[in-house]
T-cell receptor
């Protein structure tokens, strides 16, 4: 039972382009939505996070957009770089952290 | 800070053997989580502890899996007997006061059961 649905499964973007990853949730009890970045052989690392009372949060080239009424949120990576190539997970926190299925991002140089 | 420390990093074992994975959380963190990652099922929460007490073990796949946290600085995840389908990366993570924004993951224990 997947509580957070993530798309696409994989994404190829040219260097300098915008990478967009989308997530949707059903449980309105979730009150915190982090994004994690995972490189091969490493554990997931917190990238950026947002609370449902905020519609957008930006940190450097990374932006989360949050639509509470639609129960959707997305990660935008501006000016994507080859070093951004990794697997990205959206997640939602209620009383525990549940993850989306992940998106494998490849940025072509 | 040293971060979450897991051992072993890699383990290859034969089916039927006992496997013990170890975790040292970040000092001061009062929540500890065990996750399993596979290609088919992604990241699954197996169990988590608060102040060394198991709070939710609903993700533990079956009785062959057990987890303990004897003190604030150490936890184990044991699989006995191990089966090939247990092959996965097992992550330990810790958090301060269960707040989602402070969950830090270790680098994982890569388990292969042959």
């Amino acid at each position: 039972q997947q509580q957070v649905k993530q798309s696409p499964q994989s994404l190829i973007v040219q260097k300098g382009g915008i990478s967009i990853i989308n997530c949707a949730y059903e449980n309105t009890a979730f009150d915190y939505f982090p994004w994690y970045q995972q490189f091969p052989g490493k554990g997931p690392a917190l990238l950026i996070a947002i609370r449902p009372d905020v519609s957008e949060k930006k940190e450097g080239r990374f932006t989360i957009s949050f639509n509470k009424s639609a129960k959707q949120f997305s990660l935008h990576i501006m000016d994507s770089q080859p070093g951004d190539s990794a697997t990205y997970f959206c997640a939602a926190w209620g009383n525990k952290l549940v993850f989306g299925a992940g998106t494998i991002l490849r940025v072509k140089s | 800070d040293a971060g979450v420390i897991q051992s072993p990093r890699h383990e290859v074992t034969e089916m039927g053997q006992e496997v013990t994975l170890r975790c040292k959380p970040i000092s001061g963190h009062d929540y500890l989580f065990w996750y399993r990652q596979t290609m088919m099922r992604g990241l699954e929460l197996l169990i988590y502890f608060n102040n060394n007490v198991p709070i939710d073990d609903s993700g533990m796949p079956e009785d062959r899996f057990s987890a303990k946290m004897p003190n604030a600085s150490f936890s184990t995840l044991k699989i006995q007997p191990s089966e090939p389908r247990d092959s996965a990366v097992y992550f330990c993570a810790s958090s301060l006061s269960g707040n989602g924004n402070t969950i830090y993951f270790g680098e994982g224990s890569w388990l292969t059961v042959v």
